[in-house]
């Protein structure tokens, strides 16, 4: 089994910065492209950032040069660092990644993991 746990959601004022974190852990044999997605009240879930494995990035014009993802492989972890926060950023911020597993037999097997979430909330 694979699990992905964010942390570093809260609250914050307009303007100011959060960073979140997702951690991969499990039977790990690699991890392809990590994404970050957001869900705010009412809305549709929505693709915020993506992460290749070759470390290619894609952002939402939303938070275009206000977000910056990014991944450290040696730590299966991915990240998101968010500046000049919106109210509208005010979110539950999920972390999504495909990934590699060696089955008990040792073969290998490709899973679609999500996170939890973790919940930014943008006010002052």
């Known amino acids: 089994q694979v699990q992905l746990v964010e942390s570093g959601g809260g609250l914050v004022q307009p303007g100011g910065s959060l960073r979140l974190s997702c951690v991969a852990s499990?039977?790990?044999?690699?991890?392809?492209?990590m994404s970050w997605y957001r869900q705010a009240p009412g809305k549709e879930r929505e693709l915020v950032a993506l992460?290749?494995?070759?470390?290619?990035?894609n952002y939402a014009d939303s938070v275009k040069g206000r977000f910056t993802i990014s991944r450290d492989d040696a730590k299966n972890t991915m990240y998101l660092q968010m500046n000049s926060l919106k109210p509208e950023d005010t979110a539950v911020y999920s972390c999504?990644?495909?990934?590699?597993?060696?089955?008990?037999?040792?073969?290998?097997?490709?899973?679609?993991?999500w996170g939890q979430g973790t919940l930014v909330i943008v006010s002052s």
């Open positions: 999504y990644a495909t990934v590699v597993t060696r089955t008990a037999v040792g073969l290998l097997s490709s899973l679609e993991v």
């Open positions: 992460i290749s494995s070759r470390g290619n990035t």
């Open positions: 499990g039977s790990i044999f690699s991890i392809g492209d």
